[in-house]
């Protein structure tokens, strides 16, 4: 079946715009997951979702970092006034639950620069 | 808080060879130990992991770790090296208590080479 996919794969920003990340979970998952991987470094725990709440934000950076999940199922995560810092992979990944057994299955990542 | 060391960012071994990828890990309750693969222009993929039980933990691809309470260690092993084994490798670590065991705290990352 389809895995977790995010779109687009690649975005190329100035600096002080607004962009938009789209993930698509993996059909019936229940929990989403955004990361950010920087040059060199491991992915870095953002927020996840169970169902449409945010159950654990305290990841995100900064209040220019916001996430949505309306209906359960796909997500976007929005950055406002990006900067050059902002520059890095992010990652989606999607489990079935929140139970220890469930594995998170990660998307390709969009990789955005910010010029 | 919870936090891995991976030892060498960059690890050479030869075609046959056994495969050694260190961590360490720092938690202040039993963790639950995850070591992931990331194939280039790929998504991160479940190697195996550690929750409860059994200390050594067999994964997929022939991989394997042992989980060591005392040395706070849970390094990744292969026998033997296969040029499809060429990646990056992350240990990860989740605190049961510290945001729930899904928030996980990735490494920096360890390059495997093979070389034929």
């Known amino acids: 079946g389809a895995g977790v996919s995010q779109t687009p794969s690649n975005k190329v920003t100035e600096k002080g715009k607004y962009v938009e990340l789209r993930c698509d979970p993996i059909s019936g998952h229940t929990a989403l997951y955004w990361y950010r991987q920087s040059l060199g470094q491991g992915p870095e725990f953002l927020i996840y979702?169970?169902?449409?709440?945010?159950?654990?934000d305290s990841g995100l950076p900064n209040d220019r970092f916001f996430a949505v999940r309306p209906e359960g199922s796909v997500s976007t995560l929005k950055i406002q006034r990006t900067e050059r810092g902002d520059s890095a992979v992010y990652l989606c990944?999607?489990?079935?639950?929140?139970?220890?057994?469930?594995?998170?299955?990660f998307g390709p990542g969009t990789r955005l620069l910010v010029l | 808080a919870q936090s891995v060391t991976q030892l060498g960012s960059h690890v050479s071994v030869s075609e046959g060879a056994l495969v050694l990828l260190r961590c360490n890990y720092s938690s202040s309750v039993p963790p639950y130990l995850f070591w992931y693969v990331q194939y280039p222009n790929q998504g991160l993929q479940l190697l195996l992991k550690y929750t409860t039980g059994a200390t050594l933990v067999k994964g997929i691809n022939g991989f394997e770790a042992e989980f060591k309470k005392s040395e706070t260690s849970f390094h990744l092993t292969k026998p033997s090296a296969h040029m499809s084994d060429a990646a990056e490798y992350f240990c990860a670590v989740s605190d049961p208590n510290s945001g729930g065991y899904q928030k996980v705290t990735f490494g920096t990352g360890t390059k495997l080479q093979v070389i034929p």
């Open positions: 979702f169970q169902g449409t709440g945010a159950a654990d």
């Open positions: 990944a999607s489990s079935f639950g929140l139970s220890f057994q469930e594995t998170q299955y």
